[in-house]
């Protein structure tokens, strides 16, 4: 029989390929996230992530400038190299690329084939070659600072750490040049409240505690309401129970107005005990399923050789319930990381106290909508952290809430 216990199952392939299909349905997206991060806007815009490691072809615009102009055989003539260009010149440092087509009107940047010879609205043959060199000839002197020229280009790809530096700073490139000549190190800039790295660290200072003050609590609850006798323990077991169901929204408002009137109102005080209050039903339930599970034998022996309560917590239960506290920590980590309701509802809307979430939320949404390079560097810097302390903490998440679930 297959089902007859010690036999392997014969769709073992199929659960095994379910599981691969998961997996990297889940981390398609993270890959994608982390490579735009480090590529330029034009070439996230005009290609896709997996495509990073090849050339893109881009437009760009130039000017063949009437600096250079120069009478041959009785024309005017200007000749020139579009990528020495003051601005398409950023994009090929090195004076080389490769013009797949180009144009003379904006509306048509890749108009004419590379090589061939077009006329000008305003008179004269302009042609441009794959090298990027041109020449522009006309029987009359070209007005005003010359033609334009449009571009195809091939670009090569372009991955580079300055979309990092220019979101945590909030500084682009020239600007950061500028500062530090002025006299400002790299330091100052990251804490300056432009850039997200405050938020980075004010993230920190809001999760950290808003993580480790609910489990002191929920610890010593679970404990109690799993091993103490006392009037009462059944009731507030269903009252921990029902305020699991209770959604968070209802209490935001009533919970302010209280924090107002005993003066901590909108602070970080204030948003630690927020979000332990909308923590605590969950790891008491968690906690207290965990404990009672554990051997009895070993705690009445504890007692029976004279030890209280406290010491039984402490030397016993407590260590053996690492599991469940590392997976309620984990729960608890991601789900205060990635607020944004209970951050805006509990803290000033000053910049230097804004966390991550608001940060991208009220700023780099709305000043920053087009700027696909800066949304998935700042996406990343922000679930970056959530990744390494799920990774790391996973195996515990897994034993808690089975060992949790059952009892």
Do not use: C
């Not at 063949?64 to 990528?83: D, K, R, W």
């Not at 005003?144 to 571009?151: A, F, H, L, S």
């Amino acid at each position: 029989m297959d089902n007859n216990a010690g036999t392997k199952s014969s769709l073992g392939w199929a659960v095994n390929i379910s599981v691969v299909v998961l997996v990297l349905l889940w981390l398609i997206p993270t890959v994608g996230l982390l490579v735009s991060s480090f590529r330029d806007r034009d070439q996230i815009s005009a290609s896709g992530w997996w495509q990073a490691p090849f050339s893109v072809d881009l437009t760009f615009r130039g000017r063949a400038s009437t600096s250079g102009m120069e009478q041959q055989n009785g024309l005017y003539v200007i000749e020139g190299n579009i990528f020495a260009d003051a601005e398409v010149a950023d994009r090929f440092p090195d004076g080389e690329g490769t013009v797949i087509a180009f144009g003379t009107r904006g509306a048509a940047p890749s108009q004419y084939t590379a090589g061939e010879t077009v006329e000008l609205r305003r008179g004269g043959t302009l042609t441009v070659n794959t090298d990027g060199s041109f020449r522009a000839e006309n029987a009359e002197e070209f007005s005003g600072q010359g033609p334009r020229i449009y571009i195809l280009a091939e670009t090569p790809p372009d991955l580079t750490l300055n979309n990092y530096a220019t979101v945590l700073t909030g500084k682009n490139e020239l600007e950061r040049k500028n500062a530090i000549e002025q006299g400002q190190t790299f330091r100052q800039l990251l804490f300056a409240d432009e850039g997200l790295f405050i938020n980075f660290v004010n993230t920190f200072t809001v999760t950290i505690p808003a993580t480790i003050i609910p489990i002191l609590i929920a610890a010593f609850a679970a404990y109690a309401l799993a091993w103490m006798e006392f009037p009462g323990r059944g009731l507030l077991i269903a009252a921990v129970v029902g305020l699991l169901v209770v959604p968070l929204q209802l209490a935001l408002v009533p919970l302010l107005n209280l924090h107002n009137q005993v003066g901590i109102g909108q602070s970080f005080v204030g948003i630690w005990l927020a979000h332990t209050g909308f923590g605590l039903p969950l790891a008491i339930y968690l906690l207290r399923n965990y404990m009672v599970g554990l051997p009895r034998d070993i705690i009445e022996s504890a007692k029976v050789d004279g030890a209280t309560d406290f010491q039984v917590f402490m030397k016993i239960v407590l260590p053996l319930s690492f599991p469940a506290l590392a997976s309620f920590a984990i729960f608890q980590f991601l789900w205060t990381w990635n607020d944004l309701l209970v951050a805006k509802v509990f803290l000033p809307s000053s910049a230097e106290t804004k966390v991550m979430t608001v940060k991208i939320a009220d700023d780099l949404l709305g000043s920053r909508g087009g700027d696909w390079d800066i949304l998935a560097t700042a996406a990343f810097v922000s679930i970056a952290v959530p990744l390494i302390v799920f990774f790391t903490m996973q195996r515990y998440l897994v034993r808690g809430l089975l060992a949790g679930s059952v009892k």
